[in-house]
């Protein structure tokens, strides 16, 4: 036979504590990616930008996790309280760093070549019909950088933002004992 466990289930309070910590967390993770971000362009150091800030991007998101679950304080028991905890925090923190990216795209400074891209792919009847519409090649250009950093960026930064940052919250019950 069979043992029954019965979980208890979550009071308003405890949720509060909960979503808060992860809020807070995130904003606070989603700050320091898009500071991070910001480095990246503004730095013309190669082994700088390829180096050392994408990990400093993934630490900042594990520890994001580990913030939240910091936060929560008692509220976190186990490991599972502190991995969905960081995941919600990751994905805060994925979705302002997403936003940061789209924001600097938009300026021109990051995904030109995929942007480039697509203008390449159009005809010159294309070009010409577009320019008579009142989209310039440089306004298909930041077009196509901006959905790109949204892709990559905005998406994908979330979906790993939000598994790195649980993965940081399981840790920390682990630790803390």
Known sequence: MKSQT??????????RVLLGAALKAGLA???GVSLLLL?????????????LIPPAILIVWIVTG????????EQVQTSRDGGKV???????????GGIASMVVA???ATFTRYGEGILIQL??????????????????????????????????GMVVSALLGGFGGWLYPKFNR
């Open 29 to 31: 993770g989603g700050a």
């Open 66 to 73: 580990i913030g939240a679950a910091m936060l929560a304080g």
């Open 106 to 108: 938009a300026f021109g």
């Open 6 to 15: 019965y979980r208890t289930v979550p009071q308003a309070g405890s949720v």
């Open 123 to 156: 005809s010159d009847t294309q070009l010409a019909a577009l320019n008579n519409a009142g989209f310039t090649e440089r306004l298909i250009v930041l077009s196509g950088s901006v959905i790109m950093a949204m892709f990559v960026c905005g998406v994908g």
């Open 39 to 51: 480095v990246y362009q503004v730095v013309s150091f190669p082994f700088l930008q390829r180096g």
């Open 86 to 96: 960081g995941v919600l925090a990751g994905l805060v923190a994925g979705v302002v």
